[in-house]
């Protein structure tokens, strides 16, 4: 597994709760050359990539290229698997990539129905099926132990159950407090 600095984990579970995965706008603590530095090196990791940004849309950009355009951050699936998230689907460009051909019918060919959504289901043996796994358990979890189990810092825990559990799995992340233990997080229906 990868080791991420705070705020490389922070950029990436950001941009995996954004549409399309943009990593703009950065943390506010990160001005100028740190963050220059911090986004050259994910850059140069592949953790996160430079696509054309749409204006049109409100995209945030990254940098001008020196033609009038702007490239924003995004982030790749190798980004998000170091953070524990299983991409939607491997094979689906992010945002702004214009070098994917498109698969259109033709005009006179018939379509055939849509098929219902992927369902994202975590890969085996990551983090992010272990903090499922914990979350299951008949006692749950408290952010302490997952910490220590994962190797993970507070935040983190708690954004991949707010980003990646609650929004991406769309599984529902409940808590109590529990004497003697503190706020415990378990998955309903276990």
């Known amino acids: 597994m990868t080791k991420l600095s705070d705020t490389q984990a922070i950029i990436l579970s950001a941009a995996a709760q954004r549409e399309n ?12 050359g740190a963050a220059a ?16 940004a749409d204006t049109r849309k409100g995209e945030p950009f990254w940098r001008e290229t020196g033609d009038g355009h ?7 699936d190798a ?11 491997a094979n689906t460009a992010p945002a702004g990539a214009t070098d994917a051909p498109t698969k259109e019918p033709a005009p006179d060919t018939p379509t ?6 992927k369902t994202r289901t975590p890969r085996e043996g990551t983090k992010q099926a ?14 302490e132990e997952i910490v220590a189990a994962l190797d993970w810092r507070p935040h983190t825990v708690r954004g991949a159950m707010a980003g990646a559990l609650k929004k991406k799995l769309g599984l529902e ?4 407090k529990v004497e003697g233990r503190g706020r415990v997080y378990s998955l309903l229906g276990n």
């Open 37 to 52: 530095k911090v986004v050259g090196a994910m850059l140069a990791k592949g953790f996160l990539e430079e696509v054309d």
């Open 70 to 76: 702007g490239v924003t951050l995004v982030a790749t």
């Open 130 to 143: 272990t903090l499922i796994a914990m979350l299951r358990a008949p006692d749950g979890a408290t952010i």
């Open 173 to 176: 992340v409940t808590s109590e």
């Open 79 to 89: 980004g998000l698997s170091a953070i524990g998230i299983e991409p939607e689907d």
């Open 112 to 117: 055939e129905p849509k098929a219902a959504p």
């Open 21 to 32: 995965r943009i990593a703009l706008p950065l943390p506010e603590s990160l001005r100028g």
